[in-house]
Every structure is written in C-alpha cells, then in structure tokens.
C-alpha cells in the first residue's frame, strides 16, 4: 500500500509562484514513479507532469511545459510540483498519482486526496 498526502496549495495571483507537495508513506518514494494531476471546475482530470523511479526522466502537458517542474527527493520521500507563472486556468484541484508497477509512470494505482490551486486575476 502507498498513501500519498498533498500540501502547498492556496490562492496566489496570477503570475507567481506555488509549490506542492507529496508526502509518500508505505513505500519509499523510489520506488514508484509518481505524478501530478488536475481537475479544473467543471471539467475532467488531466495529466500535468509525471517523473520516473529514478527521477531522470520527465513528462509534461504543454500546457505547463517551461513553466512547471516536476522533482522528487528521495531522502525526503517526498515528490514536488514547482508552478511559477501561474494562469487563473491553473486554478484546478491537484492529486499527486504514484504508479508501483512500472519504472516510467503510465498506469496510476494510487492517489492523494488533492489539493486545491486558485489562481486569481
């Protein structure tokens, strides 16, 4: 079992910055390859960025490539999502996703409970 507890989001005006945080227990977070998420009012979850086991490879959306950075400190257990330059369609509830069957995330098994980002205009 992984558990998975987000932190850092709130509300910021358009054009800063926020970091959130996935806290992983169960497992160490090398283990897993993990991911973010997010769902905007209104509208379905979507991908936002993804990193492997090791932490060499990274996936983005494009519409957050050059702005958002997905990284993970193993030590820390921890996996965070640096957004800067924050756009009011930012504004979305983000899950923290970890995939424990693969070295490249693809197949989510399990999720956080989500954290809320507004982003103000």
């Known amino acids: 079992q992984v558990q998975l507890v987000e932190s850092g989001g709130g509300l910021v005006q358009a054009g800063g910055s926020l970091r959130l945080a996935c806290a992983v227990s169960?497992?160490?977070?090398?283990?897993?390859?993990m991911g973010w998420f997010r769902q905007p009012p209104g509208k379905e979850r979507e991908f936002v960025a993804g990193i492997s086991l090791s932490g060499g490879r990274t996936y983005y959306a494009d519409s957050v490539k050059g702005r958002f950075t997905i990284s993970r400190d193993h030590a820390k257990n921890t996996v965070y999502l640096q957004m800067n330059s924050l756009k009011p369609e930012d504004t979305a509830v983000y899950y923290c996703?970890?995939?424990?069957?693969?070295?490249?995330?693809?197949?989510?098994?399990?999720w956080g409970q989500g954290t809320q980002v507004t982003v103000s205009s």
């Open positions: 996703a970890a995939d424990s069957r693969h070295s490249t995330p693809r197949d989510y098994d399990y």
């Open positions: 169960g497992r160490t977070s090398s283990s897993v390859a």
